[in-house]
């Protein structure tokens, strides 16, 4: 690992005595500030304008630009949100200079015409990769009015939707194990709330979120399909800020402050909880009458600090802490049971500023995800004779360290290194039976080691070319297992005319961790298990190409528009599945989860996925939003499922479409709409129904009538699914959404009343189907028929929200 670090640096000397020039040459570096708060800004575009010499701030704000020296240069500073700032400066010798955006004043039409507020779809090397600012998130409508970052993604072309109200995300035939959710660089494994309808991201603490779909940076590993990158603000620095709001299900509140006089520190808090087992605890005991208490509630808890120990070093700390809870106590039988999930995580980063080319980033890093089962019965006078407590869960301590050179605006170079201590617990098992005198405690835990050391440089060869290369090379170990492979990514532009360019790309992506799903719709019941001698690595290759248009003139609804189209092909190799009859809680058996393995309950298979995805998306501007459509076929094959056949997976839809509005009608009114189509999901259900019969146990062979009569007596009835695996096609998903904002600016506060509507025309959408007999009536006789049921008709929300 030593040389592989030592290579990075004398790669770092390569590029700069590469592209050394005889003239005399500086650097102008900084970071990019909201003013009024401070906030370090990511992705502003800082360039010269009328030229395409330019560079953006990366994740702290951070910008560095290496031109000729001259007597003036001229600098614009740009940004989704912001006023365009632009400075003229003395450019003689290396100088800092740090830039202040004022935040708001880009929403209208006149703004919009003064620059570019992002950099350019078309002059990135990046394809396949959207980001949504959390200003719009929070202006769509919501399910129950809860606003969600998960939810507006399954919003964008290439990422199919689960289940109705499902925060599930599935990109590009990829399953919701294939996706790194990372938050401040910590792994969150399971992002829901109530069993999928919410995800634990509260908007409230969230500064930006990525998408990257495909043509991945080397800098990103460990999933096949997608990387969702979320950051949490930094708090503000020049006064104490909150914003807090109430809901149908849950209320929130952040506040965030500077911790200091002189503005080197801030801090930031936020919570949310639901309030659903207050409401519902009164109707369950009055149901009940009196004996059973029953109830089910989430909450999270966002925090994060900061501080300038100098111009060079500064240091982050943040943290996520999050839980869900079912419980149902019976008095009247002395039972109490629970089900348990939640995630913690946690990351120390600190900044360090070696000189105004080269920035670097150490990060420790914790996440941990729990899930529990617990059963406790009791017998006389509260004597305990009966617990069951299953737990499972993964832990992750990871090290990371980075660095971002700019040795010149032609490149771009980022490297480093990260090495991260997994402990998996498929199955822990505590039982005790004083009954039967018997108590069992198994603890199966499996400890592995995950590391990576990757180099990718964005370069431009010439004013037509935007070319991102890089190679990541990954490593993993468990006992005696261990995997060493190479990651080649690669990722090019190149400009047709201004404002047009045609893209292409390449990555390879291994995979070390797997989720064993039943349902395939991320429930906290599915398990997190690691790669073994036994179950080998995930694999995928993923190709595309597309086209990206700035509209950049025209009419004030034109001006600001981005248009990507892109068709992709992905193949997948080692993907794991549970084996036909196999299930959580290894055979619903926990007192055998040591002496069954996991590893005899799955089955390894490969997939593949291609279509074509459309995206015309405009960010800024009275009015906003996004169309988008996919196209795509999904199809896995696994030997022992299916008779070896492929098959459809459940999220496979054919087509997707998604219309986004967003209308600032004046500034005290804002009008939003969703609308969203989707072909119907794969499904295997019974196609119909079948009697088996037992003999009885006494045959009287005097009467045939008696022995058919007994025989029927023993009868069971059974389902019948067909030869083939998801076989069904569901009915079409689609919904229409909408809201409407009120916002009223008082003296010391700003207050926003949201009435919005989920499902406004009340569309019946197929949630699951089931055999059912239908009893005959005096002009049918008795049938079995496939019934459709829905769980979401029309749902009106009201909430309201307070700034100050």
């Keep these: 690992m030593r040389i592989r670090v030592q290579a990075l640096f004398f790669y770092l000397l390569f590029i700069n005595s590469l592209h050394a020039q005889p003239n005399h040459r500086v650097t102008v570096s900084g970071y990019v500030r909201e003013a009024g708060s401070l906030e370090a800004l990511i992705g502003?575009?800082?360039?010269?304008?009328?030229?395409?010499?330019?560079?953006?701030?990366?994740?702290?704000?951070?910008?560095?630009?290496?031109?000729?020296?001259?007597?003036?240069?001229?600098?614009?500073?740009?940004?989704?949100?912001?006023?365009?700032?632009?400075?003229?400066?003395?450019?003689?010798?290396?100088?800092?200079?740090?830039?202040?955006?004022?935040?708001?004043?880009?929403?209208?039409?006149?703004?919009?015409k003064a620059g570019r507020l992002t950099e350019k779809v078309s002059e990135s090397a990046q394809m396949s990769t959207i980001d949504v600012p959390v200003s719009q998130i929070k202006k769509i409508p919501a399910f129950l009015g809860e606003k969600d970052v998960l939810k507006?993604?399954?919003?964008?072309?290439?990422?199919?939707?689960?289940?109705?109200?499902?925060?599930?995300?599935?990109?590009?035939?990829?399953?919701?194990?294939?996706?790194?959710?990372?938050?401040?660089?910590?792994?969150?494994?399971?992002?829901?709330?109530?069993?999928?309808?919410?995800?634990?991201?509260?908007?409230?603490?969230?500064?930006?979120?990525?998408?990257?779909?495909?043509?991945?940076?080397?800098?990103?590993?460990?999933?096949?399909s997608s990387v969702i990158d979320l950051n949490m603000k930094d708090g503000n620095r020049e006064k104490l800020h909150g914003e807090g709001g109430i809901g149908l299900i849950a209320s929130r509140l952040m506040l965030e402050g500077p911790l200091t006089k002189n503005k080197k520190a801030s801090f930031l808090v936020s919570g949310r909880r639901t309030y659903l087992d207050v409401v519902a605890a009164p109707l369950v005991r009055q149901q009940s009458g009196g004996t059973l208490t029953a109830g089910y509630y989430f909450y999270d808890l966002?925090?994060?600090?900061?501080?300038?120990?100098?111009?060079?070093?500064?240091?982050?700390?943040?943290?996520?802490?999050?839980?869900?809870?079912?419980?149902?106590?019976?008095?009247?039988?002395?039972?109490?049971?629970?089900?348990?999930?939640?995630?913690?995580?946690?990351?120390?980063?600190?900044?360090?500023?070696?000189?105004?080319?080269?920035?670097?980033?150490?990060?420790?890093?914790?996440?941990?995800?729990?899930?529990?089962?617990?059963?406790?019965?009791?017998?006389?006078?509260?004597?305990?004779?009966?617990?069951?407590?299953?737990?499972?869960?993964?832990?992750?301590?990871?090290?990371?360290?980075?660095?971002?050179?700019?040795?010149?605006?032609?490149?771009?170079?980022?490297?480093?290194?990260?090495?991260?201590?997994?402990?998996?617990?498929?199955?822990?098992?505590?039982?005790?039976?004083?009954?039967i005198n018997q108590s069992i405690n198994n603890v199966d835990n499996i400890n592995v080691l995950e590391s990576?050391?990757?180099?990718?440089d964005t370069w431009r060869p010439s004013s037509r070319w935007r070319v991102n290369g890089g190679l990541r090379l990954s490593y993993f170990q468990q006992k005696d297992a261990s995997y060493f492979r190479p990651?080649?990514?690669?990722?090019?532009?190149?400009?047709?005319?201004?404002?047009?360019?045609?893209?292409?790309s390449y990555a390879m992506m291994n995979q070390y961790v797997h989720l064993l799903s039943n349902t395939g719709i991320g429930l906290p019941t599915d398990l997190w298990v690691p790669t073994t001698d036994r179950v080998k690595p995930q694999q995928s290759q993923q190709v595309a190409i597309g086209i990206a248009k700035d509209f950049s003139t025209g009419s004030a609804f034109i001006r600001g528009l981005t248009l990507t189209v892109e068709g992709y092909y992905k193949t997948m190799s080692n993907i794991i599945n549970y084996k036909e009859g196999a299930s959580f809680l290894l055979i619903n058996d926990p007192t055998a989860a040591n002496s069954v393995r996991w590893e005899d309950n799955v089955t390894a298979g490969r997939g593949w996925s291609y279509g074509a995805e459309f995206l015309l998306q405009k960010k800024a501007g009275r009015f906003s939003g996004w169309a988008g459509y996919t196209l795509s076929w999904t199809q896995w094959q696994f030997a022992e499922l299916n008779g070896g056949q492929p098959y459809y997976p459940r999220y496979d839809r054919r087509h997707d479409i998604s219309l986004v509005g967003i209308y600032?009608?004046?500034?005290?009114?804002?009008l939003s709409a969703v609308w969203v189509y989707g072909t119907g999901n794969a499904l295997t259900v019974p196609v119909g129904r079948f009697d088996t019969y037992r003999p009885s146990n006494t045959l009287i062979y005097g009467g045939t009538s008696t022995i058919v009569q007994q025989y029927f007596q023993n009868?069971?009835?059974?389902?019948?699914?067909?030869?083939?695996?998801?076989?069904?096609?569901?009915?079409?998903?689609?919904?229409?959404?909408?809201?409407?904002?009120?916002?009223?600016?008082?003296?010391?506060?700003?207050?926003?009343?949201?009435?919005?509507?989920?499902?406004?025309?009340?569309?019946?959408?197929?949630?699951?189907?089931?055999?059912?007999?239908?009893a005959a009536t005096t002009t049918e006789p008795a049938r079995t028929a496939l019934f459709r049921y829905s769980v979401f008709p029309i749902v009106p929300a009201v909430s309201y929200t307070i700034k100050f």
Excluded at 487 to 504: G, I
Excluded at 664 to 670: A, D, Q, S
């Design 715 to 774: 009868a069971r009835t059974n389902d019948d699914y067909g030869m083939q695996k998801n076989s069904f096609r569901a009915e079409a998903y689609h919904r229409f959404d909408f809201g409407i904002q009120f916002h009223k600016k008082k003296k010391h506060h700003e207050r926003t009343w949201e009435f919005s509507a989920y499902n406004l025309y009340n569309r019946r959408n197929p949630f699951f189907y089931r055999l059912e007999s239908v």
């Design 452 to 456: 990576g050391i990757y180099a990718e």
């Design 487 to 504: 990651e080649p990514r690669l990722s090019a532009a190149f400009t047709l005319k201004p404002d047009l360019s045609v893209k292409a």
């Design 302 to 435: 966002n925090a994060k600090a900061n501080y300038d120990f100098s111009p060079t070093n500064k240091l982050y700390l943040s943290g996520y802490f999050g839980r869900d809870r079912f419980y149902a106590n019976d008095n009247s039988l002395n039972t109490a049971t629970g089900l348990t999930w939640g995630n913690a995580t946690g990351t120390l980063r600190w900044n360090h500023l070696f000189n105004q080319k080269l920035f670097s980033n150490l990060s420790l890093i914790f996440s941990d995800y729990k899930f529990q089962i617990s059963s406790v019965e009791k017998g006389t006078q509260d004597a305990q004779t009966y617990s069951l407590y299953y737990d499972s869960g993964i832990r992750d301590v990871s090290l990371k360290y980075d660095m971002d050179y700019y040795p010149t605006p032609r490149h771009s170079v980022r490297m480093g290194i990260q090495s991260t201590y997994h402990r998996f617990t498929p199955s822990a098992v505590v039982l005790q039976n004083a009954l």
């Design 44 to 112: 502003v575009n800082v360039y010269l304008p009328g030229t395409t010499t330019g560079t953006t701030t990366n994740t702290y704000g951070f910008y560095s630009l290496t031109l000729p020296a001259q007597d003036t240069l001229h600098l614009a500073y740009s940004f989704v949100g912001y006023e365009t700032h632009e400075r003229a400066i003395t450019f003689r010798k290396n100088q800092t200079i740090n830039v202040l955006l004022l935040p708001g004043q880009a929403l209208t039409e006149v703004d919009v």
């Design 152 to 224: 507006v993604l399954q919003l964008m072309p290439g990422v199919q939707k689960g289940s109705e109200g499902q925060t599930g995300i599935y990109v590009r035939g990829g399953g919701p194990d294939q996706n790194l959710i990372i938050l401040d660089d910590a792994v969150v494994y399971n992002a829901n709330h109530l069993f999928g309808f919410f995800s634990v991201f509260n908007g409230d603490a969230i500064k930006s979120v990525e998408l990257i779909k495909g043509g991945f940076p080397a800098r990103y590993g460990g999933r096949l």
């Design 664 to 670: 600032e009608l004046n500034k005290r009114i804002t």
